[in-house]
């Protein structure tokens, strides 16, 4: 080891000594020499001195021993060699020196060791030695080493000074020593027997084997007496140290107990080690990060942080703002074991996430003892079972249980089972398929499954603006209504007006001003053919009258080949019209005393009384009046306000509802034109108030809408057909598709509702696209347009597709959303709606007095 | 003007004008206006981001025109509505190419004189020519009068000065859908023919002596079952066309009253024939499935052929010689009003839902240049002929009941529409009308050219209106080029 290592080690605050001989059997006896050491060097300080010299070689096998942490094995090599080279018989003196040393050891040690045992009990008492122990040992032999060195050289000097002549043998020797000593510096123990427990040995006469397989006979003797003995014998076996595992003794130098006396001591090993060689002038290192200076410290370290208080002072103001909150719990860790992510492995903040490992396959059932080749008696049918199965024919409970019988007294003789391979064979393929059914789980977008719906764009023509406006009305436009032809636009309104336009140029060419509010108004579906008609229900009275239009007065010119024509040909439709609505007293009579009918199934109970007693007049209006000029010719008063007026398609019959009328059978009033016969179709109203009514447009069908269902009746059998359900709370308008088939209701909880008779009784499609109350629903004659008008100001097109095929189901498709044209007052918007007979084009009528025509 | 010191070497005609900038394009400069508004045939070198202004602003500096006046721009027979850059880019043309651009004076904003105040609606418009210089204008109102106007302009003045000439009460029932007239060989002071369509299904013809106002013969041709919509006379007079609500178009025979008329009607004068002569149809034609809303006569002398309008979405063409439809064209949407081009080769329908449409009736097959040329010939239009839309304009919000074209200018469509607004439509501009009058609160529902700058316009609110267009002229402000 070179000096300067010696020199670092000096520099360090504590002294370090290796462990690992601690770990040999002779660590007592270590120990014992360590206690031992104080007392000597105390008291024989000098002595020990004096024995340096004299003591020369054996410290330097100490040492040597000592570095390599293996007392013996350099001892052992010592005398082999030493054996080998020269003289056998020296050595063999010396050995039996030592062991006389040793017998005097023997004999001193109990004395010292009671005192060393008394004096310090903390390394004795401590079995293993501390860490400290260990490393203050490894640097007293460090130290030794290092000492001898410095001492040889010194020696060395002295002996040039002095001249070679006296002791040359011995110097040789010390030399060849040495030199023998430094080669086997790096050689293993004698005792190759490793890290083994020594007790193993106890029985054996050998401690160990050598390198070479030969054993190391136990030859140290370590009874108590001997050790008393040797004490006794020599004075110095206190320096002596019994290597157990490699069988040999050491014996310390005065050195060696000086270098562990002042590592005991906390000094330095080596006396000649100046410390102050290895003080280090403090330098300014640009990298410090430690400060070398022993300033005073300035004060500002000493004052409270103003920045410090401000940070704290905002953090305190954002807390109490509520800005700053402290973080929130963690949530509680949650796994959806059925989720998707689960299975699959995700890299999460946290780290990666593993799925549950998959499913096991499940496991067959063991078999039970029933299914052994040679089950115990109490799993077999006994004869009272057999005879009770014979007796029941039950076979199977005990059947069940009971194994059959085919026993085997031995598992060679069971026969092979026939369905072995086959249960294999699908056990085998339920394992296999069993994955892949849960491959073929559903993974077909939803989306995919829904029909596609053609854009709006493909699906034109339908109303995209506004046209025409009609101006005029200053109340709110009740009713509004296009004749068939589709020339005259018929729109009656809260300023008691009855207002009839010109379709193109929005033109009004008739307005008549009744007393009462217009409520509701129709055109006669014939009006283009021969009966140009209109019902005008003002409250509580139905006007019939002719408009005064001149297409109206037209009268055919009869062609000059063909003189002949009946006079009624000649007519002009307003003259066919007039000769309709001409009042006939006799025949109304007629029509009222046997007119009333019941289409709930008549019990005929006090019939005449109550069709005279809710008898329905049927007025003229007299010509001269300011109704008659225009055109008004008779006036039929209900019980209450009409709310629709519904013309059947021929043109004959007109359906009225009053729905507020206090006698449940005036609430729907019918009126044929031609007979003027007025009769009531229904005697007591199931279902609650009739809002709406209408006709089939080819069977005897009449419809009903109660408020909340629409009762189909067979006006011939007088019976009801049907009840559609809509589920809504109140039904507002309804309108029947041209083929009866289908009913669309609107209501006044948003909805629109649409009815398909062939499917159910329930509906097909409630659609609430609106925000407001619906108020008008219709569907084009000739085009697949559907239109619902609505109290939040906007009309909403949809395409209603009625396919002829009983295949397919109606096709709804939102088209557009009018909005723009009418404004929203007094939270009512559009009030009515009706399709151009022939053209995709629809007329508003809106609370804001405004009629618009949207093409 | 800013140009001027851009360009210095363009002073005195003939160099090209060096404009200092990147991408410039080399320029023909026609017209066809006088000589006063000539420039030079050479080529100019013009930056290809000027625009109408710009050009505007090069022909005045060309020009010296003081003050300057905005001119429009042809290329290809399309008016330049971007700038030149954007047209190259969108036609595909590169700076190599030299363009030829046709100027023509920019029309100004239309000048609207009230000319009348009638108690009822407007229906609709005619007009005819009395003399060289006067014209006869007739409105229609649906109280059933016909109420005449003269239109005399002097020859420098080309705007006409109305003057209203009295009414004539066609029929005291019904009121007037529609009105067309007729005029014989302009003879000074010769009658005229009228003929109105009834709401009532009775079309009358009347023939009118224009200096008195009153009606010498009437006929009334009764065999429509519905109201009658539209009503025109061919271009001879022999013929009068109606359509109506009961889908079929009805052709009179009018020889007599042409006969009366050509035959020295004057010795008839005074003596007004209080008997109505009554007339059946000669032929009626039908295959419309819905109201016919207007019949046209194409305006060459020797058409045969009639068109007409309806609301089941076709134009149908018919023969009226044989009394056969010839063929039927769709045409999108319910038609309100028709009107055949001078040249006979171009329909344009108005619709409800507030747009006009452009259609040749040659299938699109356009030959280059061709407006000008074989004006006066009508097309022959047989059953395999097909109707091209060339132009859809975009320019009402609401229905636009008549749309007419310019009988003296081949360009030029007039439009009405319910909105109020009356827009003059030109064929060479494709999207934008070039002029737009807006009357708040009425609706306008009848156009008439009555000369080649000017239109009247009647409406709900009875006003007789006429619009005078003008060339734009004084500064060259900078709202005409947007």
Known sequence: MSGRALKKRGILPRMTADTEAAADDNDEQAGEVLLNIDDPSDEEGGESDENEADDNAATGDFVMDNERDD??????????????????????????????????????????????????????????????????????????????????????????????????????????????????????????????????????????????????????????????????DDPDHWKKIKDMKNQREITLTDTDIEVIRRI???????????????????????????????????????????????????????????????????????????????????????????????????????????????????????????????????????????????????????????????????????????????????????????????????????????????????????????????????????????????????????CITFKRKVTAASWNPRSSTDLPIVAVATEECLYLLTPTLPTYTITPASPPDAPSLPTEELMSMSAKAEEVLKLRKGEMADGEAGGEEDAEGSDGEGEGKAGEKREIKWEEVPRRSVLGKH????????????????????????????????????????????????????????????????????????????????????????????????????????????????????????????????????????????????????????????????????????????????????????????????????????????????????????????????? | MDLSEDAPSAEGGGAAVAVAMASEVSVYFTTKLPDEFRVAPDPFLVPTKLARYGLSEVINHLLGLDPPRPFDFLVDDEFLRTSLAKYMVDHGLTSERTLTIEYTHALGRPSTRDIDKQPDWIADLTTTHLTGDTALLISGSYDGVARFHVMSSSAGDPSPTPAAKGALTVSSEACIVAVDSWSGEAADGSPIELAAALKNGEVRWLCVDPNAVESVEEHVGRGHMESVECVSISADGAHIATGGWDNSVIVWDNTSAVESLRANIKAALGKRSASETSHSPKFTLKGHTQTVQDVCWPQAPGAFQLFSASFDQTVRVWDTVAAMPVCTFPCAKAANSLSVSPSGQELCTAHEDGRVRVWDIRGGNRPAGSSSSSASSAVKVDASSALALTHTYTVHRRMVPQARWNPYEPHWIASVSHDGCLKILDTRATKLPLQTVSLEGCKLLTVVWVSRSVCATGGSDGVLRLHELQHAGGAVNQQDDE
């Open chain 1, 71 to 232: 007392v013996e094995y350099g001892r052992t090599e010592l005398e082999e060699e030493s054996d080998e080279d020269e003289d056998e018989s020296e050595e063999e003196g010396s050995d039996e020196e030592e062991e006389s040393d040793e017998d005097e050891d023997d004999a001193e040690e109990p004395s010292d060791k009671d005192e060393a045992t008394q004096e310090t009990d903390e390394p004795a008492a401590g079995e293993k030695p501390t860490k400290r122990e260990k490393r203050e040992k490894k640097f007293v032999e460090m130290s030794l080493k290092q000492m001898r060195q410095e001492r040889r050289q010194r020696e060395a000097a002295e002996q040039e000074e002095e001249g070679p002549l006296e002791g040359e043998q011995d110097d040789d020797n010390d030399e060849d020593e040495d030199s023998e000593l430094y080669d086997s510096d790096d050689d293993a123990d004698i005792n190759r027997i490793g890290d083994v427990p020594l007790e193993w040995y106890d029985n054996f006469d050998h401690i160990g084997y050598t390198s070479e397989g030969e054993k190391v006979m136990k030859t140290l003797k370590a009874s108590e007496v001997d050790a008393l003995l040797a004490k006794a």
């Open chain 1, 264 to 510: 005991r001591a906390g000094k330095y090993p080596n006396p000649s080690f100046d410390p102050d060689d290895y003080y280090i002038p403090p330098m300014d290192y640009p990298d410090k990060i430690h400060p070398m200076r022993r300033d005073h410290p300035p004060k500002a370290r000493f004052l409270p942080s103003k920045w410090e208080a401000k940070k704290i002072h905002r953090l305190v103001k954002l807390i109490r703002e509520g800005k700053l909150r402290p973080p929130p719990p963690p949530e509680p860790e949650m796994y959806d074991i059925w989720g998707r992510n689960i299975t699959q492995e995700t890299d999460t903040p946290k780290g990666r996430v593993r799925g549950p490992p998959p499913m096991p396959a499940p496991k067959m059932p063991l078999p039970g003892h029933a299914e052994s080749y040679n089950p115990p008696e109490e799993y077999f049918v006994t004869e009272e079972e057999k005879a009770q199965i014979e007796e029941d024919g039950d076979v199977g409970t005990v059947a069940q249980v009971k194994p059959r019988d085919g026993r085997q007294i031995c598992l060679r003789r069971v026969p092979g089972y026939k369905k072995l391979i086959l249960e294999r064979f699908e056990r085998c393929l339920d394992l296999y398929l069993c994955p892949r059914a849960i491959k073929q789980r559903m993974n077909i977008d939803p989306e995919a499954l829904l029909p596609k719906l053609s854009s709006p764009a493909d699906l034109r023509p339908f109303p995209l603006a506004v046209s025409v406006s009609y101006d005029g009305h200053s109340g709110m436009v009740r009713c509004a209504s296009l004749s068939p032809c589709g020339q005259w636009v018929l729109t009656g309104g809260e300023d008691c007006t009855l207002r009839i336009w010109e379709l193109k140029s929005g033109r009004a060419f008739q």
């Open chain 1, 631 to 855: 055109g008004v010719r008779l006036k039929i008063i209900h019980e209450a306000v009409i709310h629709q007026l519904q013309w059947h398609q021929k043109g004959h019959y007109l359906a009225v509802v009053c729905p507020l009328s206090p006698a449940p059978s005036s609430q729907c009033v019918l009126h044929s034109i031609t007979t003027q016969v007025s009769r009531r179709p229904f005697r007591k109203s199931k279902g609650g108030q009739i809002q709406r009514v209408s006709f089939h447009p080819s069977k005897p069908w009449f419809f009903a809408a109660t408020r909340t269902a629409v009762r189909v009746y067979d006006l011939k059998s007088q019976q009801l057909l049907k009840t559609l359900v809509s589920g809504a709370k109140w039904i507002s308008s309804m309108h029947v598709h041209r083929s009866g088939d289908h009913v669309v209701v609107g209501t006044y909880d948003r909805r629109l509702i649409w009815f398909d008779l062939d499917l159910s009784n329930k509906p097909y499609k409630v659609l609430r696209y609106h925000d407001r109350a619906v108020r008008q629903v219709a569907l084009h004659g000739r085009y697949p347009l559907m239109a619902s008008a609505s109290d939040d100001g906007c009309v909403h097109l949809l395409q209603a597709k009625v396919f002829s095929d009983l295949m397919q189901n109606p096709l709804i498709i939102p088209l557009k959303k009018l909005q723009g044209g009418h404004t929203v007052r007094d939270d009512l918007g559009v009030l009515d709606a009706m399709w151009h007979p022939t053209q995709p084009w629809l007329l508003t009528a809106g609370a804001d007095n405004s009629v618009l025509l949207w093409t």
